[in-house]
């Protein structure tokens, strides 16, 4: 089966500028994450969505930081305006149903802000 | 909330021998405990995982052991391989494909 698949994989924008990434689960997948992992450290939770609904994002900089997934599959995750703290990573991942299964994560955005 | 510590960060090994990484967290309730091993340029990839009913779990080389009382559990790697070189996390959830929190790594390189 078709893995997590996320787009773009690399970016580089400058400071104040805004991004967008999105991503697109395994198929018929219900839980959708995504996580922020800075160099050296390990992924950080952000937000997670249930179908179309946020079970959690008490992590998501909601000031800067907002998430989409309509209609229950893909998702975009994007920040306005971007500071240079948020280089990083940006990881999505899905599982079949909360509390079943593996998550299985995509390969990443790679953020660079300058 | 959950906070999971991993050690060593670095870890060095010749072919053949065997890796040990540690983690501990600190929410009791956790109770779904998977390792990640992450390559270059990719998403981490789960690798084994245990739950909290369970006190060790093997799968081929490696293996993983829990102690819920300590709230510490382990990643065991025998017979390591150049190809087990990677970035290994711990992580810890309440159950599975839920919010999971993350160690901050090991970076374990295995030489020839």
């Known amino acids: 089966e078709a893995g997590v698949a996320q787009s773009p994989r690399y970016k580089i924008i400058e400071k104040r500028q805004s991004v967008a990434f999105w991503c697109n689960p395994i198929?018929?997948?219900?839980?959708l994450y995504w996580y922020q992992q800075i160099l050296g450290q390990g992924p950080k939770l952000l937000i997670q969505?249930?179908?179309?609904?946020?079970?959690?994002d008490s992590q998501l900089p909601k000031d800067r930081f907002s998430a989409e997934r309509l209609k229950g599959v893909d998702s975009t995750l994007k920040i306005q305006p971007a500071k240079l703290e948020d280089s990083a990573v940006y990881l999505c991942?899905?599982?079949?149903?909360?509390?079943?299964?593996?998550?299985?994560f995509g390969q990443g955005t790679r953020l660079t802000v300058v | 909330g959950e906070n999971v510590e991993q050690h060593p960060s670095t870890l060095s090994v010749q072919e053949g021998d065997s890796a040990v990484i540690k983690c501990t967290y600190s929410?009791?309730?956790?109770?779904?405990f998977p390792w990640y091993k992450q390559e270059l340029g990719k998403g981490p990839q789960l690798i084994i995982d245990?739950?909290?009913?369970?006190g060790e779990k093997k799968d081929q080389r490696i293996a993983v052991t829990l102690n819920k009382t300590a709230k510490h559990f382990s990643l065991h790697i025998t017979e390591t391989q150049p190809e087990d070189s990677a970035v290994y996390f711990c992580?810890?959830?309440?159950?599975?494909?839920?919010?999971?929190?993350f160690g901050t790594g090991t970076r374990l390189q295995v030489t020839l």
């Open positions: 991942a899905s599982s079949p149903q909360q509390g079943l299964g593996e998550a299985f």
């Open positions: 198929s018929g997948h219900a839980t």
């Open positions: 969505f249930q179908n179309n609904g946020v079970v959690d």
């Open positions: 929410d009791s309730a956790s109770n779904y």
């Open positions: 245990i739950r909290s009913n369970v």
């Open positions: 992580a810890a959830s309440i159950e599975s494909a839920s919010k999971l929190t």
